[in-house]
């Protein structure tokens, strides 16, 4: 079973992937997966997501190979389908991540075998929001009902888009908090209001009172044309230790990771802080993730 | 056992190998290799040798350690040797691939641990020679009797002396066709003609209708001082689906990959294509090779 | 337990540690750590202390992933300890190796998880003087009365420093032969000898007829001004065959290599050239480790 967007998915396999990885933190992961062989390949620069696949196959007792696209033949001229179709048969399952939309698909239909999308550039990265999912889940007990608000550059985030989508998809209401400019695509937030039953609010002023889950994504200073305005915008939007007074006590703050400068280094040490938890989700979720493509 | 050449191997035990990668194939590679650690050190850039190595030490149970020389002390201007007698220390088995010609033999020479030979510049790549007859025996049949056709650049292409030589020693017919100018050595023919009992044919047309396997080569541009004339060779070597019209029903067309504009991408869909299983095959032909050098 | 120098050790856990290498060398390492994984995070160049770490933790029955720096979030700006604290999610225990001096126990302080350190700057690298110790312990049956003569740059051997106070620790007598402005630093010398009941001797001169273990370590040629001088020095106190005729019968000569021009090359094939050995002695002694930090 090939993962490569959330929008593939029936909510039962979603479902079943959350609970599943409940499960392996609580009991343990047991021997589905003992024997085979992933193979992580990565065209661009990862920590989190390669490293927690590779950690979640070796708790699963699977075995991984890890392709370094510097050290190929790709610098030989071999195009990017020759090499998925060659490393189909040193492994049972292959993640990809790509910096071209559309590449694990494509990956995807010209093998057999299982491929899961690890990120092809602003497109899907679907691993990243059932983590994401899992963390609010474990967190808050629940996730229909709870006011999720998405903070930051909503228009560009790879994660964002997919969030908006499974967050409808459980009923979850979203508030939408991002720089003017950098707000998510209004044609895309229409297609969502018609498909799923769920209010979204959306603001251009940093706000969160109302919030359950903050969950925070980089403003990328590179947007702005003027370097004077990126500064005050990231600075307005940063979330700061003294802003957090306003916010519900048990608020629980996400973020994908790396952060970078949208969260105030003091705040790592609070309980609200979850982010570090939500990267070691990835473990797993991941397992859970890895049952799924190879049963 | 070091496995640096096929020259140095007995017919017996090439054949032990090829028939055990069978076995391995139809069913599985027992526990002969549990426990044990393998050493990937390639010094130069490989898809398909460092990761089936790695993959087939998986598959049989074995686990590896990996050096990258970049991330090494040979930056510090640590020698060769060195190196390798260090590594010996913490692997059991040791894959060397060198850009410089006699560096496995000199590694294998320098240490008591098994070296197998995973490419030395454009000396001997013996494990894919293996990999090739095996794939031939495998599709085939047999390989005595065969018309084998190497096609592309034969003065230069690193595998294909080796496979003239495993070819006469196992019988089959060869037919080489390469471009003027990049026939292989007249005075190595002449060798293997004294050494083995079998035909060679020399073409310098793309010619292929009495072949029972077409081993493609590639015919690399700058070989040529005209990059016109570069174009008008690599063209008409080209192979296309049209050519095949000519060919046998039950053609074995192989590639030792990457493959970059030597076979016209429709012809990957045919049935006579082989060479992504012969890539694949690479694993369980490495693991018997694993097996025969650590026995 | 973090391992982030040897002065934070308590004499009998040294020794328990190199007790326990033995008893992995002679009676192999059971199963205490199987299906643990190790996180091998090295910032910047090694050989020997990755490979001999990831080849422990395999030959315990753990697995281990590797973050390469280059292809990860620290090109995004992401901080060293937001790296680290991912990371402790996705391992049973860490090993790091960062250029800047205080790197290891600033990611000890950080997290809860085990963290080794291996190598920090120019300021500690406990590990190999674990392994120093179990060399002359293992060669010699005992530390505690031996002759060790520790030849080359003492003012900036990254190591030299710890291993004065280990030998120090076991009562050997230190011999130190340096070239005149690389001599160990007095006040720490003062240090030792405050600290430690043994003789601390000091030469400008190559000198070792009395030495029961020579450990040699490089001269870098940038620490001179006048590249004449650097070549002159470097040459005065290279190790030679001729040299060794004054020496002791029994002399063990040991380096943490590389070595680059520090010994003759063939001494390499003497008995008393010892420092390949030493070198695979890293894999039982970072296995003791091992335990040690996760027990």
């Known amino acids: ?12 396999d979603i479902e079943g992937i959350i609970d599943r990885a409940g499960q392996i933190v609580d009991k343990g992961p047991g021997n589905a997966l003992k024997g085979k062989v992933l193979a992580t390949l990565f065209f661009e620069a990862s920590t989190r997501t390669k490293l927690s696949f590779q950690s979640a196959a070796l708790h699963s007792g699977m075995e991984y190979i890890d392709f370094l696209p510097e050290m190929s033949s790709l610098k030989k001229g071999e195009s990017f389908i020759d090499t998925i179709r060659t490393v189909e048969g040193y492994a049972d399952a292959i993640v990809v991540r790509h910096p071209k939309e559309g590449s694990a698909r494509f990956a995807a239909d ?23 999912l899992f963390s609010i889940k474990r967190s808050k007990g629940r996730i229909k009902g709870l006011n999720v ?39 895309y937030l229409k297609e969502m209001k018609e498909r799923f039953d769920f209010k979204i609010s959306i603001k251009n002023e940093p706000e969160y009172a109302t919030a359950d889950v903050l969950y925070v994504c980089r403003i990328q200073q590179e947007r702005f044309a003027d370097p004077y305005e990126a500064k005050m915008v990231t600075d307005k939007f940063m979330i700061r230790k003294a802003d957090l007074k306003g916010a519900k006590e048990d ?24 982010y570090f938890e939500q990267a ?16």
């Open 251 to 274: 608020l629980v703050i996400l973020h994908p990771l790396p952060k970078i400068n949208e969260i105030e280094g003091s705040i790592d040490e609070m309980k609200q802080a979850r």
């Open 149 to 187: 608000t998405l903070l930051g550059d909503l228009k560009h985030a790879r994660t964002m888009r997919s969030l908006v989508y499974a967050l409808g998809m459980f009923g979850a209401d979203v508030t939408l908090v991002s720089p003017k400019g950098l707000d998510m695509e209004p044609a």
């Open 1 to 12: 079973m090939d993962v490569i967007s959330i929008r593939d998915m029936a909510k039962g």
């Open 280 to 295: 070691h989700n990835g473990v797993p979720v991941r397992q859970a993730i890895l049952e799924y493509a190879l049963r």
């Open 110 to 132: 010209a093998i057999k075998k299982p491929v899961i999308n690890g990120g092809d550039g602003a497109n899907q990265h679907p691993t990243q929001t059932l983590i994401d």
